[in-house]
């Protein structure tokens, strides 16, 4: 092997981490988020990144040493893992000698050499003394070291690229799912309220500086809309090209009523599809029945077989509840044989509805026999994996820190089929104004409903080194579990315990990626 460091990486976009396939013997990969996660929940903004101005320009004179909150982690070979959670890039492998490398900054000393210089711009290495970061007491865990650092955020607000625009075009739907918040009923949105939402998120886009409208068709069962789907996507799509703002968009749905010729459009216009898939068959059909009490699974699994025979690759978002958390293997199973990108959602209880969270001991053996089988897999598939694995698990990012766990309040519109808008889908109840407001994010912001705090905000998460990957976990969830929004999340345990073998697991992946040994 050779002793040379270097570094093979393309930095990341607006929307992924790149990275470049080299043979060169040393060197050190970022990780890559190959594909967002369609979850049924706000899209969480991150903090901005300073890695793409960082790269290939010489960092300030100085000593340098380990950046305060670096967590690493052995892989096997002699390669390591490395991951700033308040850092520029994502997870790091290096070889034998970069980790060598990193290791002599334990003492402070000058970048002396490239490779010191991009593991600075990685932001494994920190200046001395820091002017942004105050140093605290060491935490040993599991055999590592990892430093807990107070990360001061950027003075200015930080503005998302993208304003996510949730569209109830129905409250009808053909299933009684067990842990459905949705309110039920037999209300369309027209398509004149659905363009008037448009016309309203432009303006609060161009008021707040977004530079993208992120649509998600959603219900009740969306598709039980059609007329109105297809009238809005249209209407959206020359409006926001006349406005100069990129447009996203994605059907959340239930995926029972999907057709050939539903598929064929979705795919032709470049909408994105997210169906509910929660197991396979009795795994699934015991808590997404039809209104006669019926299983679903047989019709979602003949919608996504069509899917995929017709080019367009669904995104599975697989809601983990007490009955189907001890077979979430099977469903990651089938989905990487299938080479589905998909997402494990933790419930979210509603009022008047059964709680299904399941006990945390069975959601961490649950989760972690899933990841098993994502390793048993890694040889065959890391190279073409159909999903990020820093965004695979519920309100969690690998990717960039963020403080907020999702967007409400912040970057994110619900909109009823009247036109009344929220500021989450799981209080639609609680509006806060119209779509025919001057700028409907401002209306929400200035309601007095709960709160989605920062995660600096919540004490018990203050030193927390997994604050900026988690968030803190959904603020409603937490007001209702404990009063109060600036509570931690009650899977807060369930994060501590699984997000390091995430980590090891997303190390595994860049290493078979870039074949390692």
């Avoid at 679903?296 to 599975?316: C, D, I, K, N, Y």
């Avoid at 709960?450 to 990957?469: D, G, H, L, M, T």
């Amino acid at each position: 092997m050779s002793h040379r460091c270097a570094i093979f990486f393309t930095p990341p976009s607006a929307d992924d981490y790149g990275e470049s396939d080299c043979a060169c013997a040393a060197g050190f990969w970022i990780t890559s988020a190959i594909e967002v996660a369609e979850t049924d929940c706000a899209c969480a903004p991150a903090m901005p990144s300073g890695l793409p101005s960082a790269i290939g320009k010489p960092p300030p004179a100085g000593l340098w040493g380990l950046s305060p909150s670096l967590y690493r982690a052995p892989l096997p070979d002699g390669y390591h893992l490395a991951f700033n959670p308040v850092g520029p890039a994502g997870v790091v492998v290096l070889n034998p000698p970069a980790a060598q490398m990193l290791d002599s900054f334990a003492t402070p000393a000058p970048l002396a050499d490239p490779t010191a210089h991009q593991l600075a711009a990685l932001g494994l290495l920190a200046p001395q003394p820091p002017d942004t970061v105050t140093f605290h007491a060491s935490r040993h865990v599991s055999r590592l070291t990892l430093h807990a650092s107070r990360f001061t955020p950027p003075a200015s607000r930080f503005t998302p690229p993208a304003l996510t625009i949730w569209l109830h075009l129905t409250t009808r739907c053909n299933l009684r799912c067990a842990y459905c918040y949705a309110p039920r009923g037999d209300a369309d949105m027209s398509p004149e309220v659905g363009q008037a939402a448009v016309e309203g998120a432009i303006r609060a886009a161009r008021a707040g500086g977004f530079r993208a409208l992120k649509l998600k068709y959603a219900g009740g069962e969306p598709t039980l809309n059609l007329p109105t789907l297809r009238a809005v996507h249209e209407y959206a799509r020359a409006r926001t090209a006349q406005a100069g703002l990129e447009l996203r968009e994605v059907l959340l749905t239930n995926g029972t009523t999907l057709t050939p010729a539903l598929l064929s459009w979705l795919r032709d216009e470049g909408i994105r599809l997210a169906v509910s898939l929660d197991g396979l068959g009795p795994a699934h059909d015991g808590q997404r029945m039809s209104a006669d009490g019926n299983g679903s699974f047989a019709r979602v699994a003949r919608g996504l077989e069509q899917a995929m025979a017709l080019g367009l690759t669904p995104h599975l978002s697989v809601t983990v509840t007490t009955y189907n958390v001890d077979r979430l293997a099977e469903v990651v199973a089938s989905a990487l044989d299938r080479k589905m990108p998909f997402n494990l959602n933790f419930v979210r209880p509603a009022p008047g509805r059964p709680d299904l969270n399941p006990e945390p001991e069975r959601l961490i053996a649950g989760l972690r026999a899933a990841l098993d089988e994502i390793e048993r897999r890694l040889q065959s598939v890391a190279g073409s994996l159909p999903f990020a694995l820093c965004n695979l698990l519920d309100r969690c990012d690998f990717g960039l820190p963020h403080r907020y766990p999702c967007g409400a309040g912040h970057a994110y519109l619900v909109v009823g089929p009247e036109g009344r808008v929220a500021r989450c889908h799981m209080e639609m109840e609680r509006t806060a104004g119209t779509v025919w407001e001057e700028d409907p994010l401002a209306a929400v912001r200035a309601e007095d409903g709960f709160r989605n705090p920062p995660v600096e905000e919540k004490e018990e998460c203050r030193e927390c080194p997994w604050r900026y990957i988690c968030a803190g976990g959904c603020p409603l969830m937490a007001q209702r579990h404990r009063g109060t929004p600036l509570a931690p999340s009650p899977y807060c345990a369930v994060y501590r315990a699984v997000l390091p073998d995430l980590l090891r697991l997303e190390g595994l992946r860049i290493m078979r990626t870039h074949g390692t040994p």
